[in-house]
């Protein structure tokens, strides 16, 4: 399995201040540029934000953005929002089993 | 826009076969080009990919559950199923069904809003 990893395991920013996460593949495994960043909030499923390590899918506001490939990836809210408050995955599907990061819990400083 | 929603029962006795239905809405399985996947969420926990079906009836599935699962079409109601078997306590999760962008871009952009699943006795 390609085990994934991301950091910190949460984060608190002001609201208008940048977030950033990271997430690398363990034992550094490359996988190119497949990967994908979800956001999930309460009794919701995943949402998806970014595919292909640094596309963002269609309706998905610009203050969200991504980029890496190979073995280190980072994910950047430019600009949190209350509505932005949630857990942010990360998604490795260049092999199978496909597989998840622990996720990073978001909230307001 | 396509919608995904799972059904089953809520509560599945150990040792039992956990078996549910995710209903596809706004375009057909049979369609090509797209992987269906299941993909479960312990509480409090990460998100597990459990495995996919392809409009051909291919499958694949996560090595940790592989003896156990199977994941089947029901082309003429627009379905498909997941069946775990000999569940545990440890099968315990909110169950999702998803599916793929598009054939070769295997992250999920269309999510059913998921079905909690309980084992216990």
């Known amino acids: 399995d390609i085990a994934m990893s991301q950091s910190p395991d949460s984060l608190s920013v002001s609201l208008g201040e940048r977030a950033t996460i990271t997430c690398k593949s363990r034992?550094?495994?490359?996988?190119?540029?497949?990967l994908a960043w979800y956001q999930q909030k309460p009794g919701q499923p995943p949402k998806l934000l970014i595919y292909?390590?640094?596309t963002r899918e269609s309706g998905v506001p610009e203050r969200f953005s991504a980029s890496g490939s190979g073995t280190e990836f980072t994910f950047t809210i430019s600009s949190l929002q209350p509505e932005d408050v949630a857990v942010y995955y990360c998604?490795?599907?260049?092999?199978?089993?496909?597989?998840f990061g622990p996720g990073t819990k978001v909230d307001i400083k | 826009q396509v919608q995904l929603q799972e059904s089953g029962p809520g509560l599945v006795k150990p040792s039992q076969t956990l078996s549910l239905t995710c209903t596809v809405s706004g375009d057909s399985i049979n369609n090509g080009n797209y992987y269906y996947n299941w993909i479960r969420q312990p509480a409090g926990k990460a998100l597990e990919w459990i495995g996919r079906i392809y409009t051909t009836g291919t499958t694949r599935y996560n090595p940790s559950l592989q003896s156990r699962v199977t994941i089947s079409p029901d082309k003429s109601k627009n379905q498909f199923s997941l069946a775990l078997s000999f569940v545990t306590a440890a099968d315990t999760a909110i169950y999702y069904c998803a599916r793929d962008i598009s054939t070769g871009t295997y992250a999920f952009d269309a999510w059913g809003p998921g079905t909690k699943v309980t084992v216990s006795s």
């Open positions: 998604q490795q599907y260049y092999g199978v089993p496909i597989t």
């Open positions: 034992l550094s495994t490359n996988i190119g540029n497949y």
């Open positions: 292909w390590a640094s």
